[in-house]
DNA sequence: CTGCCATTTTACCGGC
DNA sequence: GCCGGTAAAATGGCAG
């Protein structure tokens, strides 16, 4: 043990590199945070007009989840079809 | 669809505004994954040239935590471990 | 800080106590890990006469979700008729 | 038509022998279930006496890891913080 | 050994 | 301000 990354031979050189990542995953996680505050905002100003967060949670939920269903149903098919040999 | 009767004439204006927020919050949502996808690649990327993702995960983890909560869990962590003749 | 449990004034008592708990979790994890390696055990037995695994696997997991999806669609009736009741 | 598993043939016997896998599959996935939910009864229980549940997760945890893969780790995320200058 | 999937853990958000 | 539950992240395990 005693290796940074696999650039073996410079370690000053690998030492950067994990700093570069670190920063750049830091500042991944700020626009994170960000994006997740904003949308927090848009469900406290539905709410403050009186609207039911907890139902609009759940539509918003169902309606990607159908989406992804619909996205999926064809994969399903694939794989069922495969297994009673129809793609072979 | 259910017009219910008891109430005042402005359902459709409601429904409209219900509608506006759902479209906001998807809008956000998306950008969420976004950015959430953006992070993962860094860490991709920082595997790629050798580093270990986990332990990243685990230095900017840290790096966000203030002093004093990782004080107290490590203490309180300690605590429980020589609770139980971990530390002996 | 620098107590075990809420059982003020009997350290040694909370430590026992402690102790008799990770005892307990360790022994349930066990049962985890056995119940799951028999489960392996039985997709190994099923691939070995020639059944694709990942095609059992999404058949479970379908069966499982259609149950779950049945019983939640009685919980999301209220909620949706709860939700009319929200523009007025 | 084609078949299932390589019971050529049969696949009457086939359907069957699958049947009988799903449903013994489904029956060890109960029992994880059942183990699972044991477990979190008793950080529950452990919970309303006062401890805390996270650092009892922590304690089993390490208890699990070997001690050299412990120190291993913990080497290496001294060696990534140093090297970003956490430890200076 | 790599990627995928299930499980587990953490963090968040709304309610009390 | 805490608690409980719910969604996201992360770890670990398994199949290919």
Same mark, same amino acid.
């Given at each position: @043990?005693?290796?940074?990354?696999?650039?073996?031979? %410079?370690?000053?050189?690998?030492?950067?590199?994990?700093?570069?990542?670190?920063?750049?995953? =830091? %500042?991944? =996680?700020?626009?994170?945070?960000?994006?997740?505050?904003?949308?927090?905002?848009?469900?406290? =100003?539905?709410?403050?007009?009186?609207?039911?967060?907890?139902?609009?949670?759940?539509?918003?939920? %169902?309606?990607?989840?159908?989406?992804? %269903?619909?996205?999926?149903?064809?994969?399903?098919?694939?794989?069922?079809?495969?297994?009673?040999? @129809?793609?072979?």
């Amino acid at each position: @043990m005693s290796e940074i990354g696999h650039n073996s031979g %410079d370690e000053g050189f690998s030492q950067k590199k994990l700093k570069k990542y670190i920063e750049r995953i =830091e %500042d991944g =996680e700020e626009k994170k945070r960000y994006a997740a505050t904003h949308v927090s905002g848009i469900y406290a =100003e539905a709410k403050s007009e009186g609207f039911d967060c907890k139902v609009i949670r759940r539509v918003v939920k %169902d309606r990607k989840m159908s989406e992804e %269903d619909r996205r999926e149903q064809s994969e399903l098919l694939d794989l069922y079809k495969s297994a009673i040999g @129809m793609l072979d």
